[in-house]
């Protein structure tokens, strides 16, 4: 096996015998063949949008192909062997669809060779482990070639797991699902590296715009995320905690379990949803437990009642656990062993009957900490708060403000982000979304003239709020470039929807970013270069010389 795509990987270069997040070969194999179809696919995908053809369904599938292997999110080889067999299905029907089309259009036969991802085939799936020691990351040799082609399809899982959201929701866009076609296809062509490159900033505008439509899901789904005290102490009744970042998800579990006795506690990325109109109005939706999700393996023990992993981040179960038999997946995760709630059908709900059913029997959660934390600074609510912001900037009582987006994780280092959080001047604003959080969202902060100190946009796709607020701030201070407002990027990253959002970052021109805890390791060090050059990229330094630095604007 040879996995990069996270910030964990082994030595900062590559887990090589089994994924430091506990991924064993067999998996991270059958994850590299699935992707090998998946670009199959999208070959001929590639090749009917030429036509002006965007077969919508199968673009949807490639999606959650990508997503179901994005780090934390599936560990069920049984799903992905039938993923597999399901894609060369699917492959081969868009292959017959493309040759129709080719031949009505050309008046001829289509004969032009094909990558071995586009036609290779195989009826019986015990054959598949063997194939998918050829298809892994390695099999490109060049080290740019490769960085610039896993950096690529490594921001689309990113982007497929937020177009996947939104579909969800009734949202989707021919331009997203034809730009994944695209790109995928592009990691099978020998290509230029400027065009390489090209490709991996169209995937940062694809970004912002599947950002985009995933939040008017959402918003038109749910209202906009509102200022919220929520709840981190619990109620004496069974309950229900689910992770996660599926909304809909959400929505209909807090309908099927109204009224019926059962509490619901949200747990890791899931918090956001406490700020929701839609969701507040449930008295039964008590608050948020726990922290982020590598703290699951101790925290899960504790809620005593069943757990719902609607996405990322799952992580293993230990040998002693006392929860496997109350945890549930649904949608793209899995898990052997747990509980696998199926897909709604057409203009139906998913069924949690079950999870229901198991919580009346569970003890109450075990209370782990109390009080609240405020969330709900989506963009709709900050720009209500922006004359109240721009009088504090212009008057100098906000100095700067820091974007400390993205993930969290398990590594030491990351107490960077809390000793920077501590550390910040206090005439400074820290604006978060997605996991990364919870290394600082119970400190003690204080605010600033009754703006809190720490403004959570909420989940890491939520990224998206937080650059139309500075895009509104540029406006309103009449700025010609995004980069002379008073905004530092301190940006935490762990999988691959952080590095989706890094890429719109950069599309949307933002300069200096600083990275952390470690620079990618799928960074060659010549394309590393090219980031610093063009984008003034660069590593966390010591929390000091950061707070230093980004206080001079640097
Ligand atoms: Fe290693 Fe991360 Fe891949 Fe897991 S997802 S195998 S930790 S690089
Ligand atoms: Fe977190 Fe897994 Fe990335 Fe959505 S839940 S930000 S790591």
Redesign the pocket.
């Known amino acids: 096996m040879f996995c990069f795509q996270c910030q964990e990987t082994a030595k900062n270069c590559g887990c090589t015998v089994r994924g430091v997040c506990g991924k064993p070969e067999e998996t991270a194999n059958l994850q590299d063949l699935l992707i090998h179809v998946l670009k199959g696919i999208a070959v001929y995908g590639d090749r009917l949008k030429e036509f002006d053809i965007v077969d919508k369904e199968t673009g949807l599938f490639v999606v959650r192909g990508l997503f179901t292997t994005i780090?934390?999110a599936n560990w069920d080889d049984a799903r992905f062997v039938a993923m597999i067999s399901e894609s060369l299905k699917r492959r081969n029907q868009l292959r017959d669809k493309f040759l129709a089309v080719y031949k009505q259009k050309n008046g001829r036969d289509f004969d032009e060779p094909l990558h071995d991802a586009a036609t290779w085939f195989v009826d019986d799936v015990s054959t598949f482990a063997e194939k998918a020691k050829s298809v892994g990351v390695l099999a490109t040799e060049n080290e740019d070639v490769r960085s610039l082609r896993e950096l690529l399809v490594i921001g689309l899982k990113g982007i497929a797991a937020y177009a996947d959201h939104a579909a969800i929701l009734g949202f989707e866009k021919d331009e997203i699902y034809g730009f994944i076609m695209e790109a995928l296809a592009s990691t099978t062509k020998d290509l230029p590296v400027d065009e390489m490159i090209a490709l991996v900033m169209k995937a940062g505008e694809v970004s912002v715009n599947t950002m985009a439509l995933l939040d008017e899901a959402n918003t038109s789904a749910y209202g906009h995320p509102e200022i919220t005290e929520v709840n981190i102490g619990v109620r004496n009744n069974p309950a229900i905690l689910i992770?996660?970042?599926d909304l809909k998800d959400m929505e209909e579990l807090l309908k099927q379990t109204k009224g019926t006795g059962v509490d619901v506690y949200t747990h890791?990325?899931m918090l956001p949803a406490n700020s929701y109109p839609a969701f507040k109005k449930y008295n039964h939706f008590v608050g948020n437990y726990g922290g982020?999700?590598w703290e699951q393996t101790k925290e899960f023990e504790s809620f005593n009642g069943p757990i719902l992993l609607t996405?990322?981040?799952l992580v293993p179960l230990k040998k002693n656990n006392t929860y496997k038999d109350r945890l549930f997946t649904t949608g793209v995760v899995g898990y052997t062993g747990a509980k696998h709630v199926p897909n709604r059908v057409k203009g139906g709900a998913k069924d949690f009957s079950e999870i229901i059913e198991l919580a009346r029997k569970c003890e109450p959660p075990v209370e782990i900490e109390t009080g609240t934390i405020v969330g709900g600074f989506a963009h709709n609510q900050i720009l209500a708060l922006a004359d109240k912001v721009v009088d504090a900037v212009k008057s100098g009582a906000i100095k700067r403000f820091v974007v400390m987006a993205?993930?969290?994780?398990r590594q030491k280092a990351r107490s960077y982000y809390t000793e920077v959080a501590q550390a910040l001047p206090k005439d400074t604003v820290i604006l978060t979304a997605?996991?990364?959080k919870y290394r600082y969202n119970k400190l003690p902060l204080g605010d600033i003239g009754g703006i809190p100190r720490v403004l959570d946009a909420g989940?890491?796709?939520d990224s998206y709020s937080l650059a139309l607020v500075a895009l509104k701030l540029k406006e309103v201070f009449g700025l010609a470039d995004i980069n002379e407002l008073p905004i530092s990027y301190d940006i935490a990253?762990?999988?691959q929807?952080?590095v989706a959002v890094l890429l719109a970052l950069l599309f949307l021109g933002v300069k200096g970013i600083r990275l952390g805890p470690t620079l990618p390791g799928f960074l060659s060090p010549n394309v590393v270069k090219v980031l610093v050059e063009k984008f003034d990229i660069k590593p966390i330094g010591t929390v000091r010389e950061d707070i230093e630095s980004m206080m001079a604007g640097k």
Request: hydrophobic share 20%.
């Open positions: 780090t934390n992770s996660g970042h890791g990325e982020a999700w996405t990322n981040c993205g993930c969290d994780g997605g996991c990364a989940q890491c796709n990253w762990y999988e929807k952080a």
